[in-house]
Structure formats: C-alpha cells, structure tokens
C-alpha cells in the first residue's frame, strides 16, 4: 500500500503541530473558558519585526497615555525554542474575547488557528489570502479592523462586542465552525487534488519520468528529517487512499452571484466603517 507523508500544516520549526492534532488542541483549550469568562480585549502575540504592518500595530499596545482594548506580545522565538515553546502555545491563547490577525511580510499561517478560538477574530484589512479566507464574510464570521487607523478600529470593535456581547458570541463561534466543518483534512486534500488537475490542464506538453530518475516513496522524506519535524510527519501520515471519491467542485459563480457576494462582503465593511465614524463623533462629542 502507497503511503503519503504530509506535514499537513505544520511548522515543524517554530513547534506547530500537525492541523488535526492541534484543532482537537484548540477545541480543548476553547473549554477552558467560556466567552464572557476570558479577558474583555484584544489579543495579539506574533512577531512584529518582519513587517511596518505590526509594528504599527505594536503601537496600540496599553500604555500611560492610552488604552485601545488591545493586549500585545512580542514573540521571541529564538528564546521560546530555547526554553521549550512553554509560552507559545496556541491552545492556551484562547482567553481573550479578542484576537487580532494581522498579515506579516506575506500571509500569515496564523489566521485558521484565530478563527478557531471561539474568539471574535479582528481581521486587519489583508492583501493576501488563503485558500479558504474567501469564504469568510466581515461581520458573519471575523471583524474588519482598517489598515490605516489600527487603533481607533480596535477600540471600537471591542467596545462594541462588549457591548453588543450575544451577537459578538456568535461572530466567534461561526468562525470555529466554519473552520471545524469546512476544514477538515480530507477537504484539504480534495482541495489539492483538484487544484492539481486543474493546473494539469493548463501544461503544453506531457511530462515524462526522466530515464534517470529515481523514485522515492513517502517514508523516505521522514527518514531523512530529525526529532519534531520528523514526529510531526509522522502524526500526519495518512496510510492509504481515500475510501470515497473527492468531493465534486461547484461550478464557477456566474457573474451575477459573484458580483451579489462581492456586494455583500462591501456592504458589511461600509457598515461598520459608519458605525465606527459615529462612534468616534459621540466620543469627541463628550470629551
């Protein structure tokens, strides 16, 4: 029988576990508090050297002079390597009713792990995105935060979801279910067997095994690796074939569907981006 080694994401360098051993981690750590038991602020650990983006987040840190519902933490991971990972792990940060996901120098692997937390996950406006963020709708299943005025916007999503506490629960669970049921490993895969094929069809030739190759099975890529990441690819090993065939892809949004989802997604950002404006306004107001 054919095995197939996939780390399936992980981060074997930074000690991320394979996705679902570390969602059933996730799961557990969102039982340890309920929302209203977990700290009323926004939650961010990460590093923000590599990108302006974060520390300009960095900037709306609780200090003397302010508080903009946010609680940042800088990640060493040079040091939290050296002493075990013991403050990095994701399955103990779900204790705020906040959390924060900002882009770095690219995409960030942190998000799917943000929006599993039962959280409200704060989304700072990103140029990127993950195979899966499309299907995130703004105010359903995340927060939308502005790029360009991070910590007004913060200030006022907390503010609201304390408030408005019964649909800010719910804005936290949707996101952890979606990612529960729309994430699963076996989507994944089904996911990249048809991205595949669909690259397939793009090629103007018909590749060929070269008469020198030599072929490898799966178990070499883990022979060759050591300690954690050759543990996780382990944890991740699938055995053989799926059972079933892979799910079938829809057919392409017509564009008129597109463009009422597109709308829609608009629609909601505005909303907010005027909700935060007459907030800002009563607030000037009374000061």
């Not at 929302?35 to 926004?42: D, F, I, K, V």
């Not at 916007?153 to 304390?162: L, Q, Y």
């Not at 892979?246 to 950002?269: G, H, Q, W």
Request: aromatic share 12%; with cysteine.
């Amino acid at each position: 029988m054919t095995c197939r080694l996939l780390c399936s994401l992980c981060r074997a360098e930074i000690n991320i576990r394979p996705w679902e051993v570390l969602f059933e981690e996730l799961k557990e750590g969102n039982k340890r508090k309920t929302w209203l038991e977990r700290e009323p602020y926004a939650y961010w650990k990460g590093n923000p050297d590599i990108a302006e983006t974060r520390q300009d987040l960095i900037k709306c840190n609780v200090s003397e002079e302010h508080d903009w519902n946010a609680r940042l933490y800088a990640q060493d991971w040079d040091r939290e390597s050296k002493e075990g990972y013991n403050k990095s792990d994701l399955a103990s940060q779900c204790i705020h009713r906040y959390k924060i996901y900002i882009e770095g120098s690219a995409w960030s692997v942190s998000e799917k792990y943000i929006l599993a937390c039962d959280s409200v996950t704060l989304i700072v406006k990103p140029r990127y995105y993950d195979f899966f963020t499309r299907r995130l709708m703004p105010v359903e299943h995340y927060w939308p935060i502005k790029d360009d005025d991070k910590c007004r916007s913060i200030k006022f999503s907390v503010d609201w979801g304390n408030t408005h506490r019964r649909k800010a629960q719910a804005i936290g669970k949707a996101s952890s279910n979606l990612i529960q049921e729309e994430l699963k490993m076996e989507y994944v895969y089904d996911y990249m067997f048809h991205l595949l094929n669909e690259y397939a069809k793009l090629l103007q030739f018909k590749p060929t095994v070269p008469k020198k190759a030599v072929e490898l099975c799966s178990e070499a890529m883990a022979c060759q690796a050591e300690g954690t990441e050759k543990k996780f690819m382990l944890q991740s090993l699938v055995k053989g074939p799926a059972v079933s065939e892979p799910c079938a892809m829809p057919p392409p949004y017509d564009p008129s569907s597109l463009f009422a989802v597109l709308r829609r997604k608009e629609n909601s950002i505005k909303q907010v981006e005027t909700w935060e404006r007459n907030y800002w306004e009563s607030q000037s107001k009374k000061s």
